[in-house]
């Protein structure tokens, strides 16, 4: 499978769910929710669709960054919202899909959701192909 096949398929799934009238927006870079007024409750149709769409489980991997964040901060870090700088270095390698310049200083837990584009449920989807199905993605984006 191609990696232009699942974001066609993802890219659908949002025209769908968000009802986007103007397909040529959703891009690859797209932010869910600056750029496509998404909500949280569309994140959650949205995962249950794709995973519809693809027959994988989005949710196996997508507790991933909170547990690392958990898990590499202090109680008292925690309790801050904050994520500590220590934990933002480290950060991106759980989400390379997203710009590391986005991990910036004083960026909190409730912020994360802010930084997914389209290209972290493409790079979720073919996480999950490869692990649960054993299906490689081609990169050809």
Request: aromatic share 6%; no cysteine; charged share 35%.
């Amino acid at each position: 499978m191609k990696k232009s096949e699942i974001f066609e398929m993802v890219k659908s799934v949002l025209i769908d769910t968000l009802g986007i009238e103007d397909g040529a927006e959703v891009l690859l870079e797209s932010k869910l929710i600056e750029d496509l007024g998404a909500e949280s409750i569309d994140f959650l149709d949205i995962m249950a669709r794709l995973e519809r769409r693809f027959d994988v489980s989005l949710s196996e991997d997508g507790d991933g960054v909170e547990q690392f964040i958990m898990e590499n901060s202090s109680e008292e870090e925690l309790e801050t919202g904050v994520i500590p700088t220590h934990v933002l270095k480290e950060l991106h390698k759980l989400m390379p899909e997203i710009n590391p310049s986005e991990f910036v200083e004083g960026l909190t837990f409730n912020d994360i959701p802010r930084l997914f584009t389209i290209n972290s449920l493409v790079f979720a989807v073919a996480l999950s192909l490869k692990k649960q199905k054993d299906i490689d993605v081609e990169e050809d984006l």
